[in-house]
């Protein structure tokens, strides 16, 4: 079996007295996709912020094709391929659908 494209192993994040996250361990092979689900407050954002960069986890670590990408800035794990897109509703009136994609 190959190594894993995108591994977490044991990542937490608490705010406070608050858990976010608390011990994830996710194995992701090359092709694979997965959704991650649940309500507000779950700690989705909060996860995907750790594996991107955008927030330090408490404990914990991720790795993308070997490489260990806990603890680099958001542009270091961004030049290693692990990047991801913000959530917008508003659009650009004075752009066309396809200007607004």
């Known amino acids: 079996m190959s190594e894993p494209v995108l591994e977490v192993r044991g990542l937490a994040k608490s705010f406070g007295g608050v858990q976010a996250v608390a011990g994830v361990d996710l194995s992701m092979p090359r092709g694979e996709i997965r959704a991650l689900i649940g309500p507000n407050g779950a700690g989705k954002t909060t996860f995907f912020n750790m594996l ?50």
Not at 71 to 80: D, E, K, Y
Request: charged share 20%; glycine share 10%.
């Open 52 to 101: 991107t960069g955008q927030l330090s986890a408490d404990t914990g670590e991720v790795r993308f094709k070997g490489q260990r990408l806990s603890g680099l800035a958001p542009h270091a794990v961004w030049r290693r391929g692990v990047s991801r897109t913000f959530q917008i509703t508003a659009t650009f009136v004075t752009l066309s659908a396809v200007e607004n994609v």
